[in-house]
């Protein structure tokens, strides 16, 4: 059975740290790329990280140079390292995986086939 089960999801004051975690069962890790997209209350769902499938790296404008994607294959888990966290980064985050191919072609907007159930964070000023 596949699932993603996110982790390290909280409440943080305006300048601290999260690290999020992705875990991955039931499927072949290395097959499929990899992402973060978060969605807050009555806004649209945006695209925070992915991981192409080139293996670079893309990251939301809004969120370029304090968060960081990142894998290890050999745990099957998927990263997000979170800094300098803003108010406006409160959102429900999830990770979606994408198989390799023409649906990783935009790695903030995976065309993704599974994805988890959620983390919640909530940042205060």
């Known amino acids: 059975q596949v699932q993603l089960v996110e982790s390290g999801g909280g409440s943080v004051q305006a300048g601290g740290s999260l690290r999020l975690s992705c875990a991955a069962f039931?499927?072949?890790?290395?097959?499929?790329?990899m992402g973060w997209f978060r969605q807050a209350p009555g806004k649209e769902r945006e695209g925070v990280a992915g991981i192409g499938n080139d293996g670079i790296s893309s990251y939301a404008d809004s969120v370029k140079g304090r968060f960081t994607i990142s894998q290890d294959n050999a745990k099957n888990t998927l990263y997000l390292q979170m800094n300098s966290l803003k108010p406006e980064d409160t959102a429900m985050y999830y990770c979606?995986?994408?198989?390799?191919?023409?649906?990783?072609?935009?790695?903030?907007?995976?065309?993704?086939?599974?994805r988890g159930q959620g983390t919640q964070v909530t940042v205060s000023s």
């Open positions: 979606a995986a994408a198989p390799r191919g023409s649906r990783c072609l935009q790695p903030l907007n995976l065309d993704y086939v599974y």
């Open positions: 039931g499927y072949t890790y290395s097959w499929y790329c």
